[in-house]
């Protein structure tokens, strides 16, 4: 089987590693095609070495731009490569505009089509991910969730169960097959903090970094936490501008974004994470540290149901007080089913042993 595999952003790099691992390891050919939404090297580079990902196949180059400037720059230049390479499937991983725009070239191309991490629902459709991932489910083949609680979000939007694997998180088998190397790391020594005696903080979402206001607001809330214990922030390229703008209050350090390794370092080592990122909710809970996240809602619920993770929302009063009572009453380390590092295996047996039986009906299916 010829397969393309897609990735473009940073969480898109521990999402594929395993999978193409996988699908090789299994006898599978595979086209590593990156979209260059990301394109710092701390935002990619620095992946490609600490996964030992082999460069791409085929780069496209797209950049950063509005949503349907990416979106559509990235379907533009997949759609010739779809033709090219001929795969017999495509796989997408996650949420971001890459995500999508090579969902919907895939679907009317006709390789079959995969999802890795469907089903998982926000149920804000304020979010561009939401858009991202409702749509790209819609024209999949392949449903491969991380856990049921996904699933069942399929089923409840009227998804078969023959399109819909439980397959496990993939996310969590990258972060067990590089944790011994992430503690090796010297990043606590390079920025001078010691085990348990810091928090790391991280920030990108649209609505909390775009509007300077709600920014403000959640610095307000950190700089009280951090009173109580000093935060680091490696800071995401689309917060830079207006953090160093607001300025930060005392005991908040800012530091460029970080590497794999050393970002699980940093995690592993923190006393409470604060977040606004999907794939740091899922890591904190594999490794048992206590995660506040900084949204209303999550699409992964299962990090609060059965991890580490407890919503606090944007309201600063409300982020100091869940940030105070998890410092002095740390949730207990606890694992969700199937987040066990062989979910790319599981994948790749999908994919391998499905052939078209999984084939979603297509418009021209019914001519
Ligand atoms: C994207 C994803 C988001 C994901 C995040 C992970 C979408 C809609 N959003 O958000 O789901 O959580 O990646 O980090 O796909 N920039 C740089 N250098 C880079 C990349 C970006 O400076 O290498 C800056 C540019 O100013 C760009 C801005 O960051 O305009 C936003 O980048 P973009 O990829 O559009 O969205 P993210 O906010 O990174
Ligand atoms: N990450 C990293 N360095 C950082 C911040 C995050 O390596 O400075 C990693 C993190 O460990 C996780 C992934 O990036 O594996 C999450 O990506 P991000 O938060 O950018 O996106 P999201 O998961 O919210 O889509």
Redesign the pocket.
């Known amino acids: 089987m010829r397969i393309i595999c897609v990735a473009g952003?940073?969480?898109n790099y521990m999402k594929i590693k395993p999978v193409m691992d996988a699908l090789e390891n299994q006898g599978a050919e595979v086209f590593l095609v990156h979209t260059g939404?990301?394109?710092?090297p701390a935002?990619?580079d620095v992946f490609f070495q600490d996964l030992g990902l082999r460069p791409p196949d085929r780069f496209l180059g797209v950049g950063?731009?509005s949503?349907a400037t990416?979106t559509g720059r990235v379907m533009t230049a997949f759609e010739p490569l779809v033709d090219e390479l001929a795969p017999d499937a495509v796989v997408v991983v996650?949420?971001?505009?890459?995500t999508l725009a090579c969902a919907l070239v895939t679907a009317k191309a006709g390789p079959l089509l995969a999802h890795v991490e469907a089903g998982l629902r926000s149920r804000d459709w304020s979010m561009?991910?939401e858009v991202?991932r409702v749509a790209t489910d819609r024209v999949s083949d392949y449903l491969l969730a991380p856990s049921h609680d996904a699933a069942d979000n399929l089923r409840a939007e009227g998804y078969h169960d023959d399109q819909i694997h439980v397959v496990g998180n993939v996310m969590i088998d990258t972060l067990f097959a590089n944790l011994e190397r992430a503690e090796r790391s010297d990043v606590l020594g390079r920025l001078g903090y010691e085990t348990g005696a810091y928090g790391l903080v991280t920030l990108?979402?649209?609505a909390n970094v775009d509007d300077p206001e709600v920014l403000a607001g959640l610095l307000k809330g950190l700089g009280e936490v951090a009173a109580h214990c000093p935060l680091v922030l490696p800071v995401?390229?689309?917060a830079?501008e207006k953090l160093n703008a607001l300025g930060v209050p005392d005991g908040i350090r800012l530091v460029p974004p970080a590497g794999y390794l050393d970002f699980i370092a940093l995690q592993a080592g923190a006393r409470i994470v604060l977040t606004d990122?999907?794939g740091v909710q899922e890591e904190t809970t594999a490794l048992g540290v206590p995660c506040v996240t900084l949204r209303d809602n999550t699409e992964r619920p299962i990090t609060v149901d059965q991890g580490t993770n407890v919503l606090a929302g944007r309201d600063p009063a409300r982020i100091v007080a869940t940030a105070l009572r998890i410092l002095a009453d740390p949730p207990p380390p606890r694992r969700p089913e199937l987040w066990d590092g062989r979910a790319g295996e599981r994948i790749a047996r999908v994919l391998l042993d499905g052939g078209t039986a999984a084939k979603r009906p297509r418009p021209t299916d019914h001519r």
Do not use: I, L
Request: net charge neutral.
């Open positions: 952003a940073r969480p939404q990301h394109y710092d935002m990619n950063s731009g949503h990416q996650g949420d971001v505009n890459s561009p991910e991202n990108h979402r649209p995401h390229p689309r830079a990122s999907g």
